[in-house]
């Protein structure tokens, strides 16, 4: 079974450029987590994707941070314009509705190793 | 924000030797998830325990829940040099997200 697959797995740009990253989640997951981990924050959730449709974006911190889902099987995070506070390790989740209550686990790529210059 | 805060930030331990690290939050939740993360790769999931388990096992894993206290326990037993990795707790409240804790950095040596 293919898992999350990320690209691409390291990024080193400047100041200013746009970056796009992105992420294949694992067929049949209809839900899609996108993740910024630093070592002053922690992990953190920028968005999440139900259907290809975003449900709370509350986490993204900008206005220059943007995600879009067209299908199923593709999704983008992009920053425009880059600044380098935004360096950082970027990962995509996904995970399958459950059949009850609780949330089934989540699915995790390998990361985006973001630099900003 | 982080819920979960996880005790201790970082431990150090012998091939062999038990691994134990707390994890507590702050509101209610469905359920409580491990996760660990090896050094440059993604978080993977390793146990699932629901508000109204109180203990589960999953091979050396040993994971409790107290929600009078609002806290977990993760313990490896017989640990391994392989078990070096950062290890996550990460709450379910309900809302399709995952809030996930600070981490514990596991070292153990050979």
């Known amino acids: 079974d293919a898992g999350v697959i990320q690209s691409p797995r390291h990024e080193v740009t400047e100041m200013g450029q746009e970056v796009t990253l992105r992420c294949k989640p694992i067929?049949?997951?209809?839900?899609l987590f996108w993740y910024r981990q630093t070592m002053m924050r922690g992990l953190e959730l920028l968005i999440y994707?139900?259907?290809?449709?975003?449900?709370?974006d509350s986490g993204m911190p900008e206005d220059r941070f943007s995600a879009k889902m067209p299908n199923a099987s593709f999704s983008t995070l992009k920053i425009q314009p880059s600044e380098p506070r935004d360096s950082a390790v970027y990962f995509c989740?996904?995970?399958?509705?459950?059949?009850?209550?609780?949330?089934?686990?989540?699915?995790f790529g390998d990361g985006t190793r973001l630099s900003i210059l | 924000s982080q819920q979960g805060e996880e005790d201790p930030q970082a431990l150090s331990i012998q091939e062999g030797e038990n691994a134990t690290m707390n994890c507590s939050y702050k509101?209610?939740?469905?359920?409580l998830q491990w996760y660990r993360q090896n050094s440059g790769r993604g978080l993977v999931h390793l146990i699932l325990?629901?508000?109204?388990?109180r203990e589960k096992h999953s091979g050396r894993l040993r994971v409790t829940l107290d929600t009078s206290k609002k806290s977990s326990s993760l313990l490896i037993t017989a640990s391994r040099a392989a078990d070096t990795a950062s290890y996550f707790c990460?709450?379910?409240?309900?809302?399709?997200?995952?809030?996930f804790g600070t981490g514990t950095q596991l070292k153990v040596e050979l």
């Open positions: 989740a996904s995970r399958p509705t459950g059949t009850g209550p609780s949330n089934q686990p989540q699915h």
């Open positions: 067929s049949g997951h209809d839900y």
């Open positions: 994707f139900n259907n290809n449709v975003p449900i709370d």
């Open positions: 509101t209610s939740i469905n359920n």
């Open positions: 325990i629901r508000s109204n388990e």
């Open positions: 990460a709450t379910d409240g309900g809302g399709n997200k995952l809030t």
